[in-house]
């Protein structure tokens, strides 16, 4: 049963830095891919990066590009979101996710869509504010 715990979110000021953790178990970590979503209050909830655990490959949204960094450490099954520079619309409750791609036509268009992603975390909320 796959398990996934987000942490580290908070109230923090405009332009600051934040980052976010997910630790995973119950399941091969090595053949799963790991995505972070996000959902503001009164929206669809958006893809912001994922990473491939099984190579390391990395999908970012081109809301957070440059600025958001996804990475992972298989040691620990835990999977990073460095969130820097932010800003009052990145405020949202975000959520980690992971999907099976250890498969044959597997690629990282996979990430865009939550619907392919059967297991998530509680979330953490980051609020943006000064």
């Known amino acids: 049963q796959e398990q996934l715990v987000e942490s580290g979110g908070g109230l923090v000021q405009p332009g600051s830095s934040l980052r976010l953790s997910c630790a995973a178990s119950g399941f091969p970590f090595h053949y799963y891919t790991i995505g972070w979503f996000r959902q503001a209050p009164g929206k669809e909830r958006e893809a912001v990066a994922c990473i491939a655990n099984a190579d390391g490959g990395t999908y970012n949204a081109g809301s957070v590009k440059g600025r958001f960094t996804i990475s992972r450490d298989v040691a620990k099954s835990t999977v990073y979101l460095q969130m820097n520079s932010l800003k009052p619309e990145d405020t949202a409750i975000y959520y980690c996710?992971?999907?099976?791609?250890?498969?044959?036509?597997?690629?990282?268009?996979?990430?865009?869509?939550?619907?392919?992603?059967?297991?998530w975390g509680p979330g953490t909320r980051v609020t943006v504010s000064s």
């Open positions: 996710a992971a999907q099976y791609s250890n498969w044959d036509g597997w690629d990282l268009t996979h990430c865009e869509d939550s619907a392919n992603f059967p297991a």
